[in-house]
């Protein structure tokens, strides 16, 4: 019988599901864009949609929010100084998955997650 589970396990527990999910997420405020298999992006995905949502207000509830997911100061700073700002026209649709094919070493489905708007910088470049 299903039993309302949300999310995947991804063949961890709580506690590895969880810092795996604080390092991708951190790891994606800091590069911009992230490269990873296809069952991690799907499941990280809607957790920085929310963040992005939560940071757009700029109050001291969501930069508690972001701190609890991301534990690092900078990069909360980062988020809601240069992320946030971007999107501020956007309701929701952040994030993009690309994928990029089998792994050589275990076959399994790569992909990239990356923002949606692109900074400023590669935009002038272009």
């Known amino acids: ?3 309302r589970v949300k999310g995947k396990k991804l063949n961890r527990n ?6 795996l ?5 951190t790891s994606l405020i ?13 499941v990280v995905r809607p957790q920085m ?6 940071a ?6 969501a930069r508690r929010r972001l701190l ?11 988020m809601i100084e240069e992320i946030v700002p971007r999107f501020q026209n956007r309701h929701g649709g952040y994030l993009r998955i690309v994928k990029l094919g089998p792994r050589a070493a275990d076959g399994a489905e790569m992909a990239r997650l990356e923002f949606v708007e ?9």
């Open 68 to 78: 609890a997911a991301v534990p690092q100061k900078e990069m909360v700073k980062k």
């Open 118 to 126: 692109k900074e400023q910088k590669e935009k002038s470049k272009k």
């Open 1 to 3: 019988m299903r039993k």
């Open 30 to 42: 800091q590069l911009g864009q992230i490269k990873t298999t296809l069952a991690k992006a799907k």
């Open 21 to 25: 999910s604080r390092g991708l997420l």
């Open 56 to 61: 757009k207000k700029n109050d001291l509830a």
């Open 14 to 19: 709580a506690a590895q599901r969880r810092a």
């Open 49 to 54: 949609e929310k963040l992005v949502t939560a």
